[in-house]
């Protein structure tokens, strides 16, 4: 058993969650993630305009037309 603290009616009251239905939420979660994965995957392969850019970005970068990571940065403004 795992125990939790919960407030009820601003009272905190400790609940017992069997560890078999902690590992089925864990299991979920994952398999909806993998999901999520798997369909951000899909949607953009489908996606002529963002396949036309990654080939874009694949031969300039493979033909050596690259920037340094810090002058973006600097452009975005991000430390």
């Given amino acids: 058993m795992i125990c939790f603290l919960q407030e009820v009616t601003g009272m905190p009251k400790t609940i017992e969650v ?40 694949r031969t300039n970068h493979t033909a050596g037309r690259v920037r340094p990571i810090e002058a973006l940065k600097k452009e975005l403004c991000i430390d």
């Fill in 18 to 57: 069997p560890e078999s239905l902690i590992k089925k939420i864990s299991k979920a979660t994952r398999a909806f993630q993998e999901l999520e994965d798997e369909l951000e995957d899909f949607l953009l392969l489908s996606d002529p305009e963002f396949l036309t850019k990654m080939r874009c970005a």
